[in-house]
T-cell receptor, first 115, second 111 residues
Framework: NAGVTQTPKFQVLKTGQSMTLQCAQD?????MSWYRQDPGMGLRLIHY???????DQGEVPNGYNVSRSTTEDFPLRLLSAAPSQTSVYFC??????????????FGQGTRLTVV | GENVEQHPSTLSVQEGDSAVIKCTYS??????FPWYKQELGKGPQLIID?????GEKKDQRIAVTLNKTAKHFSLHITETQPEDSAVYFC??????????FGTGTSLTVIP
């Protein structure tokens, strides 16, 4: 049982490049989400999914796309990277879409630098 | 949407002393309040949580209190140890299980 696995752990991109951050969970969780963590701003929700084929926007969705073709995987795509997207990205999953609301399990994070 | 505020942003305590971190929330529909601990280079991990039908919950040296009327909840760590040093996040969750996080508290326990 690996929990939530994110790849890569580190990435440097040039402005304008695209990339996909991978996230996989093996706990059969319905709910998956992406957050970005910036100094002094906590964790901000980018996109989330309540099940395969269903995604929605969070607080800061601009510049990011997601899809959910399977229960296990929830990739985050940066279409044209900008320096403002330099951040640490966390994927999380939880069992229920609520209620009752349940614990979110986080991956180890991807540290992305856009130069 | 929900707005969660967390204070203080940094906290230093002597080993063995208590630490208290406070959060407020704005949405009365929020009903689940977890606390996460994040160690350097790692993802946040749940340390304790409380639901809106409970006023207090304790797990060994860690306790959380919730005041629904005032919309605030607090984390209490007693007999702090150096391994308690980390960043702590509060969060609030309601309809749809979306989590709204506070801005974090960096706790340093001085040996």
């Amino acid at each position: 049982n690996a929990g939530v696995t994110q790849t890569p752990k580190f990435q440097v991109l040039k402005t304008g490049q695209s990339m996909t951050l991978q996230c996989a969970q093996d706990m059969n969780h319905e709910y998956m989400s992406w957050y970005r963590q910036d100094p002094g701003m906590g964790l901000r929700l980018i996109h989330y999914s309540v099940g395969a084929g269903i995604t929605d926007q969070g607080e800061v969705p601009n510049g990011y796309n997601v899809s959910r073709s399977t229960t296990e995987d929830f990739p985050l795509r940066l279409l044209s990277a900008a320096p403002s997207q330099t951040s640490v990205y966390f994927c999380a999953s939880s069992y229920h879409t609520g209620p009752p609301n349940t614990e979110a399990f986080f991956g180890q994070g991807t540290r992305l630098t856009v130069v | 949407g929900e707005n969660v505020e967390q204070h203080p942003s940094t906290l230093s305590v002597q080993e063995g002393d208590s630490a208290v971190i406070k959060c407020t929330y704005s949405d009365s529909a929020s009903n689940y309040f977890p606390w996460y601990k994040q160690e350097l280079g790692k993802g946040p991990q749940l340390i304790i949580d409380i639901r809106s039908n409970v006023g207090e919950k304790k797990d060994q040296r860690i306790a959380v209190t919730l005041n629904k009327t005032a919309k605030h909840f607090s984390l209490h760590i007693t007999e702090t140890q150096p391994e308690d040093s980390a960043v702590y996040f509060c969060a609030a969750s309601g309809v749809g299980n979306q989590f709204y996080f506070g801005t974090g508290t960096s706790l340093t326990v001085i040996p």
